[in-house]
């Protein structure tokens, strides 16, 4: 079982940065991949990044590529997603959640946080 917890989320101007925390608790954290994902009012969650158990692999998807970064702290059993360059376009609530292996789907996904809202203003 793995409880994860978000935070970092908030308004910001576009063109902003911000910085989403996942924190997850067991002994386990390093056997689980990790993603992020995201759901604007009226859409489907859709899948944002990805990081492998290791932290060597990293997915995105097409829209935040070169944007945000997706990275891991085994030690400190929490994943991180760095968002720079932020649009209107990038507001929705942001959830993590941890799997097997990556994956672009959720119902790869064993375990998903309670979600944090992230708005930009234009």
């Known amino acids: 079982q793995v409880q994860l917890v978000e935070s970092g989320g908030g308004l910001v101007q576009a063109g902003g ?12 954290f390093s ?3 990790m993603g992020w994902f995201r759901q604007a009012p009226g859409k489907e969650r859709e899948f944002v990044a990805a990081i492998s158990k ?5 997915d995105y998807t097409d829209s935040v590529k070169g944007r945000f970064t997706i990275a891991r702290d085994n030690a400190k059993n929490t994943v991180y997603l760095e968002m720079n360059s932020l649009k209107p376009e990038d507001t929705a609530v942001y959830y993590c959640a941890a799997g097997s292996f990556m994956a672009v789907v959720t119902r790869l996904y064993n375990y998903w946080g309670q979600g944090t809202q992230v708005t930009i203003s234009s």
């Open 17 to 28: 940065s911000l910085r989403l925390s996942c924190a997850a608790s067991g002994r386990t």
């Open 31 to 33: 056997s689980y991949a």
């Open 54 to 58: 290791s932290g060597g692999s990293t």
